[in-house]
């Protein structure tokens, strides 16, 4: 090993090797060192606790939506976005080597990525079962499947498992793409006049009739562009909701400031996630 990679730090995934959270990693942050983790949770206790600098975290994709699980975990996290990134998504359909596609019955991968390739699903006519993630269903065909068996995963999982490619590109879409979100334990916001900017925040609305509306007229009347709002029930509640959103613009710029504050007027607790730069690849 060298000096290099001795001394880098680690950024956490979840997944194993060969999952596309890696692949984000190895891509958007090669100065870090990816480490698997079993769980979302234990991703974000890995960057909380010190044993990692970053964690990759995906949180939506352009064909299966938002990955649920991190909208929950990030208000409670006490982690901070520095940075989005936007990987465009190929899934291939691999098997152990000498399988035939005609033998194939049964396909295994993470529910999101059997979601975004329901049309070879269909149209081979296999059972879909759900795998904990992508490139732990590789490893598992690698160690223990039967020619009846395929899964859906990344080249790379391909690579490090063995496995043949029985075909490429098996996503529904070619835009398929995947948004993930670089956090760490410490704010890294992005300085005024950096570029276009995107503020992330959760907030939850006061118990008052028209309390989400009032919340949310600051952006139109201040001209704020308010790219994401999504909801999700808190505690197994249908009475409480936290609302996650994006809104382009800086917090010290007059328009998005104005916007907060008549936001925080009308909330019962709002939180900034993170305060940075707009990838590249938003648009």
């Known amino acids: 090993m060298s000096d290099s990679q001795a001394t880098k730090k680690a950024i956490a995934y979840q997944g194993e090797p060969g999952a596309f959270s890696e692949l984000a990693c190895i891509t958007f942050a090669p100065s870090y060192d990816p480490s698997p983790c079993a769980t979302f949770e234990r991703a974000f206790e890995a960057v909380a606790s010190g044993r990692a600098e970053r964690a990759m975290l995906p949180v939506e994709n352009s064909l299966a939506g938002r990955v649920s699980d991190i909208h929950h975990l990030l208000p409670e996290a006490d982690l901070h976005i520095v940075a989005e990134h936007f990987l465009p998504v190929e899934h291939h359909l691999m098997a152990r080597p000498g399988a035939r596609l005609e033998d194939i019955k049964v396909v295994r991968s993470h529910a999101m990525a059997l979601g975004q390739c329901r049309g070879v699903i269909e149209e081979l006519g296999v059972r879909p079962e759900v795998s904990g993630d992508t490139a732990g269903a590789a490893r598992w065909l690698a160690d223990s499947g039967a020619a009846g068996d395929a899964v859906i995963a990344s080249i790379r999982a391909a690579e490090i ?18 948004r993930f979100l670089e956090m760490a334990r410490e704010p890294d916001d992005a300085a005024l006049g950096d570029g276009p900017i995107v503020t992330s925040f959760v907030f939850q609305v006061r118990n008052i009739p028209a309390a989400l509306y009032k919340a949310l007229g600051g952006f139109a ?3 704020v562009n308010m790219t994401k709002l999504e909801s999700y029930q808190l505690e197994g509640s249908f009475s409480a909701s936290m609302f996650y959103a994006d809104a382009e613009g800086h917090p010290q710029e007059e328009p998005m400031r104005l916007a907060l504050e008549e936001l925080s007027f009308f909330s019962s607790s709002l939180k900034i996630l993170g305060v940075y730069k707009s990838a590249r690849d938003r648009g």
């Open 161 to 178: 498992y063995g496995l043949e490619v029985l075909r490429a590109n098996v996503e529904d879409a070619k835009h398929n793409t995947t």
């Open 221 to 223: 009347t201040n001209g």
